[in-house]
């Protein structure tokens, strides 16, 4: 999943592993722990029938959502993941609207949504600030938002053995948040609705001020 901007605020896409189809036992299990998180927080929201995805990667996160029967309209920077957000899409049968675009122009076709989702993608980010800035701009209600829970994920990677040379640090991955630094830079911009913790991550909802 990746925000969708140009340099040099954010960074550029770089998916290194597409955790959604993982055959790994264990990386099943710890998906299975995020997508029933993620069902409760859309839930809690109330979203109603429209939903905008900023970093949608391959689209698993807004073909779930259009499968609940909302309109969906997702944006990445990576014109592949586009591509085959689209052929998921196609075979899973929802109708999602999936655009390859940086999230400056995402509102002009995009507009507004009561539930806004960024999914692993701050991490990516230099610049935290104004890309929470934007995400509010196409908020009418609730955020969504999810990165991973450090230092645990980096952790799990040199259990696997995996970037030891950066001590576990997954490339791309230049912000690093706990459970409650994560929550306490939310909690500043927004009124946070509800706080889950699906290993290895934390995910939060968040209202946006009208």
């Known amino acids: 999943m990746y925000?969708?901007?140009?340099?040099?605020?954010?960074?550029?896409?770089?998916?290194?592993?597409?955790?959604?189809?993982?055959?790994n036992p264990l990386v099943r299990w710890m998906m299975r722990g995020f997508m029933n998180d993620f069902d409760d927080l859309v839930l809690l929201s109330g979203v109603g029938d429209r939903a905008i995805e900023i970093g949608c990667g391959e689209g698993e996160l807004s073909i779930r959502l259009a499968r609940k029967g909302i309109e969906v309209t997702g944006c990445d920077i990576a014109e592949e993941a586009i591509i085959e957000a689209r052929a998921r899409a196609a075979r899973a049968g929802v109708a999602v609207q999936f655009e390859h675009c940086g999230i400056e122009e995402s509102g002009q076709w995009?507009?507004?949504?009561?539930?806004?989702?960024?999914?692993?993608?701050?991490e990516h980010l230099d610049d935290t600030?104004?890309?929470?800035?934007?995400?509010s701009r196409l908020s009418t209600g609730y955020l969504l938002v999810s990165v991973p829970r450090e230092p645990i994920w980096r952790v799990l990677n040199v259990a696997r053995l995996r970037y030891l040379t950066d001590l576990g640090n997954t490339p791309g991955h230049i912000k690093h948040w706990s459970r409650r630094a994560f929550v306490d830079m939310l909690s500043r911009r927004f009124e946070i609705i509800a706080v889950r913790s699906p290993l290895p991550w934390t995910m939060v909802l968040c209202r946006v001020a009208g």
């Open 3 to 23: 925000f969708m901007t140009p340099p040099p605020v954010f960074q550029p896409a770089g998916n290194y592993y597409d955790k959604y189809a993982a055959r």
């Open 129 to 135: 600030s104004s890309a929470l800035d934007a995400l």
């Open 110 to 122: 995009m507009g507004a949504a009561p539930l806004v989702v960024c999914c692993e993608v701050l």
